[in-house]
């Protein structure tokens, strides 16, 4: 993913982290001759938690300021595997989606089905009538960075005048 995004003069917005596989993904991005920018809170940067060769790094006073400025910055949402910061922050801009506060793209890079039990739920979700159809279909996910990217540049997002009809509930 970093070596394609890098390679097609694609900037990486993240939270700023220098460990784990968000870490890995800079310094290779970084690598490849690519932009990235991180946004992190100034306690994790006291804590030493900054990627310090950054193209830039963004220091905010608080997680939700950190989001905030990180969704501003981003054209598009990928959600590479990751635990439960992954998941809330990236459940965040996708309901953000489904409100209609934003109209990103927002995609799941399912490396080897990490998220296959996920999507599963999605649908699951959908099946019960938790979650519309039309807001399922907002989340692309694919397995390559290559087609999961090439996706999310030629997303239109739905025009849905309501997120729900209070007659049906």
């Not at 938790?130 to 279909?137: A, I, M, S, T």
């Amino acid at each position: 993913m970093a070596r394609y995004v890098a390679g097609n003069g694609i900037a990486i917005v993240y939270g700023g982290g220098k460990v784990g596989l968000m870490g890995k993904l800079a310094d290779e991005a970084l690598g490849a001759g690519g932009e990235v920018i991180g946004v992190m809170p100034r306690s994790l940067v006291e804590k030493e938690l900054a990627h310090t060769r950054l193209s830039d790094l963004r220091v905010v006073e608080s997680m939700h300021e950190r989001k905030a400025h990180m969704a501003e910055l981003s054209d598009a949402f990928i959600a590479l595997p990751g635990g439960y910061g992954t998941f809330e922050e990236f459940c965040e801009v996708l309901t953000w989606t489904q409100l209609g506060l934003q109209r990103k793209p927002c995609g799941i890079l399912n490396v080897d089905g990490y998220y296959d039990q996920l999507l599963s739920l999605f649908d699951h979700a959908v099946d019960e009538q938790f979650l519309q159809p039309v807001h399922r279909q907002m989340l692309l996910s694919d397995s390559r960075p290559e087609s999961l990217v090439s996706r999310l540049l030629e997303y239109e997002p739905p025009l849905v005048e309501k997120w729900i009809d209070l007659r049906q509930s």
